[in-house]
């Protein structure tokens, strides 16, 4: 038996696959670290300093269901693009530190981007 190569359009649905994975890990990369800035500079500060629960309680749930979702976008993304164990794991903690996911979220788009348009990448450095 004799190796083929692939068929022409499917180059194409592996990059629209990982398109896909990339535009739902930018949303979740966003939203989570939205609600966590709000819970900790927001929230956690209103519980102490004027008693009120209310805001930690919406956020932090909020934030904490989000956050599992974030984590399967990562993995799917991660293994699109075949991260190493170190970065991968990484990427899914930004999602715990304030402003984090929003600096691996730009990351991980520059790598998407050279790998969705290699000719874009060696241009923008050249």
């Known amino acids: 038996m004799t190796a083929t190569a692939p068929p022409a359009g499917q180059h194409k649905r592996g990059q629209r696959g990982l ?14 670290g939205v ?12 519980k102490y300093l004027a008693h009120d ?8 749930t909020a934030h904490g269901f989000l956050f599992m979702v974030y984590l399967v976008t990562a993995l799917d993304l991660g293994v699109r693009l075949r991260w190493p164990w170190l970065k991968l794991g990484l990427v ?3 999602g715990t ?5 929003f600096v691996a979220e730009r990351r991980a ?11 874009a990448a060696t241009a923008r450095t050249a």
């Open 35 to 46: 609600l966590l800035v709000l819970l900790c500079f927001v929230a956690i500060p209103l």
């Open 109 to 119: 788009h520059a790598e998407v981007q050279a790998r969705l348009q290699p000719g």
């Open 97 to 101: 530190v304030p402003f984090a996911s």
């Open 19 to 32: 398109s896909g994975a990339f535009l739902r890990y930018r949303i979740l990369a966003f939203t989570t």
């Open 53 to 60: 629960r209310g805001p930690v309680a919406v956020i932090g």
């Open 92 to 94: 899914m903690l930004a």
